[in-house]
């Protein structure tokens, strides 16, 4: 049985996330419902291009950053700058978030051992798809 009333706009990875564009606006404030289905890529942190905020609506997520790991609560946003390097780990069968974004500030990338890598050197070409990762 499908409980979504329609395919989702994005396909992450091998089905690891799923997107919703509930508003989108090039250049301007967006907000997409994200449904997840594995973690992130556990080879580096990454950042954003725009500062967002996030709300978890159902599952269990854990935020990986510098300073360790925390739990993201049900319902309690989660601003964060276009710096913040971050990854998601999935405790859970599956989560699902509103993610709110704000215009495009910046590039965005992986923080490896060596210093900050271009999406396009670390994803495969299309940023979707695990790709090299970090340079040696």
Known sequence: MNLWPRKADEVIGEAYMRRWHLRRKPGGHNLYLHRYNGSDDDRALHDHPWRSISILLWGNLQ??????????WPLIPK??????????????????????????????????????????????????????????
Not at 63 to 72: A, C, H, I, S
Not at 88 to 114: D, Q, V
């Open 63 to 72: 935020e990986v950053t510098v300073d360790g790991q925390k739990r993201l």
């Open 79 to 136: 601003f964060r700058s276009a710096e913040y390097a971050h990854r998601l780990t999935l405790e859970s069968r599956f989560a699902i978030t509103l993610f709110f974004t704000f215009p495009k500030e910046r590039e965005w990338g992986f923080l490896c051992p060596n210093g900050w890598v271009h999406w396009r050197e670390f994803t495969d070409e299309s940023g979707q798809r695990t790709g090299d990762g970090c340079p040696e």
